[in-house]
């Protein structure tokens, strides 16, 4: 069963920083991608960051040039880290993986204040 924990959400100003990582349950490697969706009140799940295991990457045009997906294959984990953060970042932030099913974490509050 695979499992993936996120961790790193919380509160911070407008302008700031956060780094969220993405903790899988085995090897990353079994991954076709991994990704970052997030998901405001009252609005959809939307793709943020994704990244295959060759390590190509894609981003929304709301976050290009703010945000970095990586990924550390040694440690089974998946980073997000988000700079120039808005106020309209502010959502629920979920990994995710594909290995013949998507699977998805259970989100991480981010938080960002005007």
């Known amino acids: 069963q695979v499992q993936l924990v996120e961790s790193g959400g919380g509160l911070v100003q407008a302008g700031g920083s956060l780094r969220l990582s993405c903790a899988a349950s085995?090897?990353?490697?079994?991954?076709?991608?991994m990704g970052w969706y997030r998901q405001a009140p009252g609005k959809q799940r939307e793709l943020v960051a994704t990244?295959?295991?060759?390590?190509?990457?894609n981003y929304a045009d709301s976050v290009k040039g703010r945000f970095t997906i990586s990924r550390d294959n040694a440690k089974n984990t998946v980073y997000l880290q988000m700079n120039s953060l808005k106020p309209e970042d502010t959502a629920v932030y979920y990994c995710?993986?594909?290995?013949?099913?998507?699977?998805w974490g259970q989100g991480t509050q981010v938080t960002v204040s005007s």
């Open positions: 995710n993986a594909l290995r013949a099913l998507i699977y």
């Open positions: 085995g090897s990353i490697l079994s991954f076709n991608w």
């Open positions: 990244i295959t295991t060759g390590g190509n990457t």
